[in-house]
T-cell receptor, first 108, second 114 residues
Framework: KNEVEQSPQNLTAQEGEFITINCSYS?????LHWLQQHPGGGIVSLFM???GKKKHGRLIATINIQEKHSSLHITASHPRDSAVYIC??????????FGTGTRLQVFP | DTEVTQTPKHLVMGMTNKKSLKCEQH?????MYWYKQKAKKPPELMFV???????INESVPSRFSPECPNSSLLNLHLHALQPEDSALYLC?????????????FGAGTRLSVL
């Protein structure tokens, strides 16, 4: 069993839909990253959070430390949101433990 | 400026070649990272430099040799690679090592070993 699990693995949506991606972890962490990777490579850091909720534009990330669970929400989804979304747990070292990613496709 | 610049974007090399990947950031970050990513898999940490000193080596084969000549630059020297080393190599940086420092990633170098 991976230390960081994501669900679903694959997700398709129609433009405008509200999307939720879930991340559960089984290790102690100091913070959790949400990352976005478009086809062809580069990774963009969306959020790093250690408690509560953060919002940036149409993206919202929440974390529940007691339940070891985080969610990434996308409101009013758009085809340009199509990407792989990865959660990664930061331990007290410099090491990020990555989830396996959620591949999102948003159709017009 | 939150940019981490990696060069080259693509690299094809033979198993006997020596090449280097370069990573640069001008955000004043003191921690820099090399990751390897195979297709449809999450990145795997290779090395971490903190204040220009190697702090983590994830048991990476010696055919990969990292170098941090100054706080803005990180190199990965490649020698006698194998075809299975073909992957996307990602560099990242963060303000400092340790807790709660968001990592900024470069676009990666896509390496093919023939």
């Amino acid at each position: 069993k991976n230390e960081v699990e994501q669900s679903p693995q694959n997700l398709t949506a129609q433009e405008g839909e509200f999307i939720t991606i879930n991340c559960s972890y089984s290790v102690g962490i100091s913070a959790l990253h949400w990352l976005q990777q478009h086809p062809g490579g580069g990774i963009v850091s969306l959020f790093m959070l250690s408690s509560g909720k953060k919002k940036h534009g149409r993206l919202i990330a929440t974390i529940n430390i007691q339940e070891k669970h985080s969610s990434l929400h996308i409101t009013a989804s758009h085809p340009r949101d199509s990407a792989v979304y990865i959660c990664a747990a930061l331990q007290n070292t410099d090491k990020l433990i990555f989830g396996t990613g959620t591949r999102l496709q948003v159709f017009p | 400026d939150t940019e981490v610049t990696q060069t080259p974007k693509h690299l094809v090399m033979g198993m006997t070649n020596k090449k280097s990947l370069k990573c640069e950031q001008h955000m004043g970050h003191r921690a820099m990272y090399w990751y390897k990513q195979k297709a449809k898999k999450p990145p795997e940490l290779m090395f971490v430099y903190s204040y220009e000193k190697l702090s983590i080596n994830e048991s990476v084969p010696s055919r990969f040799s990292p170098e941090c000549p100054n706080s803005s630059l990180l190199n990965l020297h490649l020698h006698a690679l194998q075809p299975e080393d073909s992957a996307l190599y990602l560099c990242a940086s963060s303000q400092s090592s340790g807790e709660k420092n968001i990592q900024y990633f470069g676009a990666g170098t896509r390496l093919s070993v023939l």
